[in-house]
C-alpha cells in the first residue's frame, strides 16, 4: 500500500501470489507489475523503486528490471512516496524488452522536478556488444553474510560467466550498512510528511502496518533526518570510489528466494528477523544514493528464482543492460515461464499482527 512494502501482502485486498508458486510472495511493493510479467499477462510493465520495490519481486518472481539513475527517467504522472528517494523503471523477461523500454522512457517528463538535464542516450543500439575487458567487483562481506547458499551460488555463476569478459575481483563496502541506516530515516521522515494530514481525516483507511509506520515517522527528530542526510553523502562518495577499480559490482538482490504468503520472519545471518524490513536488505543501500541497477533473473532447475544486482556508475544504464544481455546470451540469466498447471489455493485471511512495531520498511 502506498509502495510501503516489500512483501506483496495488503490487509484489505489479499496476498499478490507468486506465478511460480502461488503459495509464495511475489515482493514488493511494485507486486503487480512483477507477478505479470512473470506469468505472461504483459511482455513488460513500470515499477517504482524507493527503496528496492522493483528489484526485489523481478528477483523472487523471476523477471529483468532496471532500476535507473536518478533522475534518468521521469516520475510524472506517478503518485509520490519518498521524493528524494523515489525511481521509475520497467520489467520484462528479455534484456532486449528492458533495454526497448528505457529507451522509449527517456526525455520527456516536464512534471518531475528531479530530472536530470541530460541527452537521450538509446540502451538499443549497443545491446549486442559484448563488454570486453569488463572490470567486476564481487560484493562480499556486508553484502552476502545474510544471504542463503543458493542465492550465493547464483551470483557465484554469474561471476563466472563474467569472468569471461574480464577480471572478477572480491569488494568489500560493508559501508552499505550505514546508507541503509540512512534510507531508513529519510523514508520514515519524508513518506511521513507527505501522508500525516490524509492519516489525521482517514486513518481507518491505512493498512495497519503501513499506518503505524507513517505515524512512527512523524515522531523522528529534525537532526536525525539532518544526520541521516550527511551519512548518505558520505555513503554515495564511498561507493562511488570503488568504481575507480571496477566498472560494475554485482550482488544478490535478496537474502533468499520467495518466502511463504503470511511468513512474519526470517532467517538471516544467524538470527530470526522480520521479514518486511530485511527482505529488500542489499536493495536499499543502492537506491539511498541513486546509482542504476539492472536486476537478472537466475533460475536452477524446479528451485524458486533468484535475482542478482548488476550495479553500474551514474548515468551508465547502457552498460548495466549489456552485462545483462551478455548473461542471457549464455543463458545464465533467463526468464523462464512458471509450471504449466500452478494454481493458487483461496486466499487466507488479511494477516494483520503481530505487526513489526512500526518500522520503516519501504520499499
Known amino acids: 500500500e502506498f509502495a510501503y512494502d516489500f512483501t506483496g501482502e495488503n490487509a484489505h485486498d489479499g496476498p499478490c501470489r507468486n506465478p511460480h508458486d502461488p503459495a509464495r510472495m511475489t515482493g514488493g511493493s511494485s507486486s503487480g507489475s512483477a507477478a505479470a510479467v512473470a506469468a505472461g499477462l504483459a511482455p513488460l510493465s513500470l515499477g517504482s523503486d524507493t527503496n528496492g520495490s522493483l528489484r526485489v519481486p523481478a528477483a523472487l ?186 566498472d560494475v559490482l554485482i550482488a544478490p538482490a535478496t537474502p533468499a528466494t520467495a518466502p511463504v504468503i503470511g511468513q512474519r520472519t526470517m532467517a538471516l545471518d544467524g538470527r530470526t528477523v522480520p521479514l518486511r524490513p530485511y527482505l529488500g536488505i542489499l536493495a536499499q543501500p543502492f537506491s539511498c544514493i541513486g546509482l542504476p541497477v539492472v536486476t537478472v533473473p537466475v533460475f536452477d532447475p524446479g528451485a524458486a528464482p533468484a535475482g542478482v544486482q548488476i550495479v553500474a556508475p551514474p548515468w551508465r544504464e547502457g552498460l548495466a543492460l549489456r552485462v545483462a544481455r551478455f548473461l542471457e546470451t549464455r543463458s545464465v540469466a533467463n526468464a523462464h515461464a512458471p509450471p504449466a498447471g500452478a494454481t493458487a489455493a483461496p486466499s487466507p485471511p488479511p494477516v494483520r499482527g503481530p505487526r513489526d512495531g512500526g518500522r520503516s520498511d519501504g520499499c
Open 61 to 246: 518472481c523471476g523477471v529483468f528490471s532496471l532500476k535507473p539513475t536518478f533522475g534518468r527517467l521521469p516520475r510524472g504522472g506517478t503518485f509520490p512516496f519518498v521524493d528524494s528517494l523515489d525511481h521509475l523503471g520497467p520489467m520484462a523477461r528479455t534484456a532486449g524488452d528492458l533495454a526497448l523500454a528505457y529507451d522509449a522512457l527517456q526525455g520527456g517528463g516536464g512534471r518531475d522536478h528531479a530530472l536530470a538535464d541530460r541527452p537521450v542516450e538509446p540502451a538499443s543500439p549497443m545491446l549486442d556488444v559484448a563488454p570486453r575487458g569488463l572490470r567486476v567487483g564481487r560484493l562480499r562481506g556486508w553484502f552476502e553474510a545474510p544471504c542463503a547458499p543458493e542465492v550465493l551460488a547464483r551470483r557465484d555463476r554469474v561471476a563466472d560467466a563474467l569472468g569471461d569478459l574480464g577480471p572478477v575481483v572480491d569488494v568489500a563496502l560493508d559501508e552499505a550498512a550505514f546508507g541503509r541506516a540512512a534510507a531508513y530515516i529519510i523514508t520514515n521522515a519524508e513518506s511521513s510528511a507527505l501522508h500525516l494530514p490524509r492519516l489525521r481525516a482517514q486513518a481507518a483507511g491505512y493498512d495497519l502496518d503501513t499506518r503505524d509506520r507513517f505515524l512512527a515517522g512523524a515522531l523522528l527528530p529534525a537532526a536525525w533526518l539532518t544526520r541521516a542526510q550527511q551519512v548518505r553523502r558520505w555513503w554515495l562518495e564511498t561507493a562511488l570510489a570503488a568504481f575507480g577499480d571496477v
